[in-house]
C-alpha cells in the first residue's frame, strides 16, 4: 500500500526556517505529482504546495509564496519543503500525499513557529 512518511518539522521562532521531507513508497513515485498541505490549530485542511510528475513545475499558496520552495528527487523518492522567513500562521501539521490523493497519509509533521 501507499506510504507516506513526513519528517523535518519542530519548534523555530518567527523568521526561522525548517526543511520538511516526505519518504513516499507503494507506488510509482515518479508517476505522480505532490503535494503538501497542512492544518492549523481549530482549522481545515489548507493545501500548500505541489510539483508536478514531468517538468518538476511549481505551485503554491499566496500566503507562502516566496518562502516556501517544493522540490523532488525522484532517486529517493522523497519531496521536501523548504520553509524560509517562518511566521506563526505557519503553525500546523504539515502532510504529503500524491495526486490524486491517495486514501493513505502519514503521521504528518508537527511545525510550531513561536516566540
Known amino acids: 500500500e501507499v506510504q507516506l512518511v513526513e519528517s523535518g518539522g519542530g519548534l523555530v521562532q518567527p523568521g526561522g526556517s525548517l526543511r520538511l521531507s516526505c519518504a513516499a513508497s507503494?507506488?510509482?513515485?515518479?508517476?505522480?505529482?505532490m503535494s503538501w498541505v497542512r492544518q492549523a490549530p481549530g482549522k481545515g485542511l489548507e493545501w500548500v504546495a505541489a510539483?508536478?510528475?514531468?517538468?518538476?513545475?511549481?505551485s503554491y499558496v499566496d500566503s507562502v509564496k516566496g518562502r516556501f520552495t517544493i522540490s523532488r528527487d525522484n532517486a529517493k523518492n522523497t519531496v521536501y519543503l523548504q520553509m524560509n522567513s517562518l511566521k506563526p500562521e505557519d503553525t500546523a501539521v504539515y502532510y504529503c500525499?500524491?495526486?490524486?490523493?491517495?486514501?493513505?497519509w502519514g503521521q504528518g509533521t508537527q511545525v510550531t513557529v513561536s516566540s
Open positions: 500525499n500524491k495526486a490524486p490523493a491517495s486514501n493513505y
Open positions: 507503494g507506488f510509482t513515485f515518479s508517476d505522480y505529482a
Open positions: 510539483i508536478d510528475s514531468g517538468t518538476y513545475t511549481t
